[in-house]
């Protein structure tokens, strides 16, 4: 067991019937680290987050929560705040009804609740609704909500089921910075997306799962460096100047696109020397007295990656 | 102190929701306004009271029961016990707090009914010690046919998916399954109605509640 690891999951597998959930997946998530949990619709991101916080006991391997099994960890709940996915909260309750439930059920003592609730609803500026019945927020507001109910009790891990899914990109935006501040006051994230652009923002590490099985782990630089296929150089010249038309007889180019005028974009074979490649091209454009005015290595984004692993499987 | 929380927040749900305001304020109106149609129509009945009380306990305990179903399955669907569940708190402390919770409620609301016919009652030509014995018998016997009757909202809740399917089967199943223990008495000789029913009533609510439990912990959420 690593020192620093604060989540260890070690060949997990989960069965539902005949479907196999997860199959023997492990990984370490490390204190302080946001974890970007990403796989297509029924890869077993829910499932594995909901082993995790303790509401599937029956799976197969071994799960690390600070060290102890979360199958034996009876204050697991004071150190992990839950934010699920989809869930609802019983309409007939105001925000505050619902916090001061789950605050008292998290062991929030009665004295300190009330400051933790306002603390809570300012850090995600709900203030203004908070004698409100929950029937009459909307989706953005349940959002911050389930955000709330996972805050109070100040854990020092959290795990997030899809936060940012379904939210106009204002809320959107406004809950990646919640998470990144909550990620600055050190506390470990585990967080599942879709969304790919919100995991390259946030996510320090990011783990890659589809049909149950972990495809890759590592951070974003670490996945695109890693991923090869689609190496471009991206070259401008100066206005009214005229590109270079013969890079494509270079062995290692695939193919050249002239995007404009001055800009063209240069598709690389795979399994090629990217120096010397590089060299060859600088040194045939300054040859021929090519402007250049940029001259960049393209690497691809995390979605090509990520389509990559998953076999074009988006969602 | 979890299940009691539970409990106090759900009797606290109960109170507002509409359904028990029908059974605190309806319920007594519809028990006065039977008995004035009954007396206006001058029937003789020895035992007005009990026989209202009988109606209004019969309308409350089915309303009681679809309120049980229903809000179930709809929690259920909506994964509301998630959010519970990480945290400790026990499966059948729902099922109780909901219990017990929505029984309360219906009690009052019977009690509230019976005291003010016991009231009109005294009014119009007095209530003697054995008549408010009877009355309390009544009550008693009808306590055990509401518990079995919530009991069989719970079921219905905790074992169907669909919010419409629970109220029909509450309306139409539990109510009939939860009158035949309030009937046994009177075509089987058990002993006096006052205590056997009492017995069979709490006893059966005992074993539904150990069955909805048991399929409640099996649940995946």
């Given at each position: 067991m690593s020192q620093n690891s604060c989540i260890e999951l070690h060949n997990v597998s989960k069965s539902y019937k005949?479907?196999?959930?997860?199959?023997?997946?492990?990984?370490?998530?490390?204190?302080?680290?946001?974890?970007?949990?990403?796989?297509?619709?029924?890869?077993?991101?829910?499932?594995?987050?909901?082993?995790?916080?303790?509401?599937?006991?029956?799976?197969?391997?071994?799960?690390?929560?600070?060290?102890?099994?979360?199958?034996?960890?009876?204050?697991?709940?004071?150190?992990?705040?839950?934010?699920?996915?989809?869930?609802?909260?019983?309409?007939?309750?105001t925000v505050n009804q619902a916090l001061t439930t789950f605050g008292r059920l998290s062991g929030v003592s009665k004295g300190n609740l009330e400051n933790r609730i306002y603390d809570v609803l300012k850090f995600t500026e709900l203030e203004d609704v908070r004698y409100k019945k929950i029937k009459h927020l909307s989706g953005g507001m349940i959002q911050k909500l389930r955000l709330c109910q996972a805050l109070l009790h100040e854990p020092e891990i959290l795990v997030l089921d899809e936060p940012l899914s379904g939210l106009d990109p204002s809320i959107r935006y406004q809950i990646k910075g919640l998470i990144k501040s909550l990620a600055k006051s050190g506390k470990t994230i585990l967080f599942s997306s879709h969304i790919l652009s919100d995991v390259q923002d946030i996510a320090n590490v990011i783990g890659i799962l589809h049909k149950g099985k972990i495809l890759k782990i590592g951070s974003p630089d670490e996945l695109q460096s890693d991923f090869r296929i689609g190496n471009m150089i991206r070259i401008e010249v100066a206005k009214n100047t005229l590109l270079y038309q013969d890079l494509e007889n270079i062995a290692e180019v695939e193919k050249v696109e002239n995007l404009a005028s001055n800009i063209q974009l240069v598709h690389l074979s795979s399994d090629i020397n990217l120096n010397s490649t590089v060299n060859q091209i600088l040194k045939l454009l300054l040859e021929n007295d090519c402007k250049i005015r940029n001259f960049s290595i393209v690497k691809p984004s995390l979605e090509e990656v990520y389509l990559s692993y998953v076999g074009g499987e988006l969602k | 102190m979890t299940f009691l929380l539970l409990f106090f927040d759900e009797l606290r749900g109960y109170i507002k929701s509409k359904v028990m305001i029908i059974l605190w304020f309806g319920m007594p109106a519809l028990a006065i306004l039977i008995r004035f149609l009954y007396q206006q129509a001058d029937v003789e009945d020895p035992l007005i009271t009990i026989s209202i009380g009988l109606i209004i306990s019969s309308i409350g305990s089915t309303l009681s029961s679809v309120m049980l179903s229903t809000s179930i399955v709809s929690e259920k669907n909506h994964n509301v016990y998630e959010l519970f569940l990480v945290r400790p708190v026990k499966r059948w402390y729902f099922l109780l707090a909901k219990f017990f919770a929505v029984y309360l409620c219906l009690v009052i609301a019977v009690f509230i009914s019976y005291l003010a016919m016991l009231i009109l009652e005294a009014f119009d030509v007095g209530v003697t010690v054995d008549d408010f014995i009877e009355v309390l018998e009544s009550m008693l016997i009808l306590m055990a046919f509401m518990a079995v009757s919530c009991s069989m909202g719970i079921f219905f809740g905790v074992l169907v998916p669909s919010v419409a399917a629970a109220a029909i089967l509450s309306v139409y199943l539990g109510n009939q399954l939860s009158s035949i223990i309030f009937l046994l008495p009177l075509f089987i000789d058990f002993g006096k109605p006052v205590v056997v029913t009492p017995i069979i009533g709490y006893s059966v609510t005992t074993i539904i509640m150990l069955l909805n439990i048991f399929i409640f912990n099996r649940k995946q959420f």
């Open positions: 005949d479907l196999l959930a997860l199959n023997n997946i492990s990984f370490i998530i490390e204190k302080g680290d946001i974890f970007g949990y990403i796989g297509p619709n029924g890869a077993g991101k829910t499932t594995t987050i909901k082993i995790l916080v303790g509401l599937i006991p029956n799976y197969k391997g071994e799960v690390y929560v600070n060290g102890i099994s979360v199958s034996n960890f009876k204050d697991l709940h004071k150190i992990v705040g839950y934010h699920p996915q989809e869930v609802g909260f019983q309409e007939w309750r | -």
